[in-house]
Every structure is written in C-alpha cells, then in structure tokens.
C-alpha cells in the first residue's frame, strides 16, 4: 500500500503569509495526486488534482507543484478563509489520504 | 449541479451492519465519466477512504476494511450504497460519499457527511 505523510501536522501562519505543505508518497505516483480544504463540520473541497491543475472556482493563489514522491501545497498570501485543514490524497489501484495540515492563525 | 446525500441509521450496535445510502441528483450514477467512493473521518482525525465502484460494478476496497465492506449501485434510483459488516466502537465516524473523474482520480464532488456511532 502506498503511505502518504504531509508535513507539517500544523502550521501557524498570519494573513499575507505564503505557506507551502508538503507532502510524499511512499512510491513513485506519477502525478496522481490531489489536495483538498476542509473546514469543521464540512466536507473536503477539491483545490487541485493532478498534482497542479487549479479546480475551477479555486482562487489562484492556491497552487500545486511536484511529481513522483514529493509534492508541495502553496498558498501565495494567506487569506482569513484560508484557516482550515488541508489534506493530500493519492492515486494508485486505491486512494490514500495524507494525514492533515491544520493551517491556524498565528 | 451535483449533489451527492448520505442517509441512514445514526446509530449502529457492535457486531451488527452498518448500512448507508448516497443519493445523487443533477446527474446520473450511471455515466462512465466517473467512479463513486465512500470515505470516512472519526471524531478530530483525518480522512480514510473506504473504496469505490464504478458504473460497470466493479469495486475497489481499502485492505484494511476489504473483508468487511460491501459497496454497491442502484442505477434505477440514482444511488449507490455502502455496508460495513461486524461492526466496532472504531467504526464511529462521519461517512462521506464523493464522486471521483475517472481520468483525474480526484474527488469534485462530496456528499455534506452522516455521523455514525457505533454503540450498544
């Protein structure tokens, strides 16, 4: 089974901030991989799949970059909607979802 | 536009079946565009997907839970289904139906979640 970990398990970060998680698979996934936001009491929302194809809607300063193992989450200047938990998710024969960034207010 | 709703039991008793329903409006289950997948979350932890079908049937199951899970389509209702046999406390957690692009492997669309608690 492939193992996906995302670092850091929490960031504190102010508004205006770049933050970039990072996450890595335990093989080689091509660019099967996405990233999405969750916030409490709601489900995820899609924000990039294929490694770095913006989902349409998603504003631009989200971005996703990387290929095979290692993977990063960008967010360009963090915005007060932007404090939420953030999470990879892989393609292989299954899905796996990395373990969570809760992205907090500094 | 899609909509994916979760319904069933909210609460289970150990040793029993857990069993759910994921209704979908504003587009049809049967399309081959896309696969169908449950996935689920307990209490403050992160997101385990469970597995998925497509509109041929054929299914794919996290190891983890293969032995035990049971996932199925309805296409004359629009719906897809999820059974999760021998339940335990460790199986309480909001359970999520999302839709998957067959061609991207990511999840666009999501169901709001349905919390069940597995308890006697």
């Known amino acids: 089974d492939i193992q996906m970990t995302q670092s850091p398990s929490t960031l504190s970060a102010s508004v205006g901030d770049r933050v970039t998680i990072t996450c890595r698979a335990s093989?080689?996934?091509?660019?099967?991989l996405a990233w999405y936001q969750q916030k409490p009491g709601k489900a995820p929302k899609l924000l990039i799949y294929k490694a770095s194809s913006l989902e349409s809607g998603v504003p631009l300063r989200f971005s996703g970059s990387g290929s095979g193992t290692e993977f990063t989450l960008t967010i360009s200047s963090l915005q007060p909607d932007d404090f939420a938990t953030y999470y990879c998710?892989?393609?292989?024969?299954?899905?796996?979802f990395g373990g969570g960034t809760r992205v907090e207010i500094k | 536009q899609v909509q994916l709703q979760e319904s069933g039991p909210g609460l289970v008793k150990p040793s029993q079946t857990l069993s759910l329903t994921c209704t979908v409006s504003?587009?049809?289950?049967?399309?081959?565009?896309?696969?169908w997948s449950w996935i689920r979350q307990p209490a403050g932890k992160g997101l385990e997907w469970i597995g998925r079908?497509?509109?041929?049937?054929?299914?794919n199951y996290n190891p983890s839970l293969k032995s035990r899970v049971t996932i199925s389509l309805d296409t004359s209702k629009n719906q897809l289904s999820l059974k999760v046999s021998s339940v335990t406390a460790a199986d309480t957690a909001v359970y999520y139906c999302a839709r998957e692009e067959r061609w991207e492997h990511s999840l666009d669309y999501w169901g709001q979640g349905t919390l069940v608690t597995v308890s006697s």
């Open positions: 093989q080689s996934i091509n660019s099967w």
């Open positions: 998710q892989q393609y292989n024969s299954g899905l796996t």
């Open positions: 079908i497509n509109t041929s049937g054929s299914t």
């Open positions: 504003g587009g049809s289950i049967s399309s081959g565009t896309y696969y």
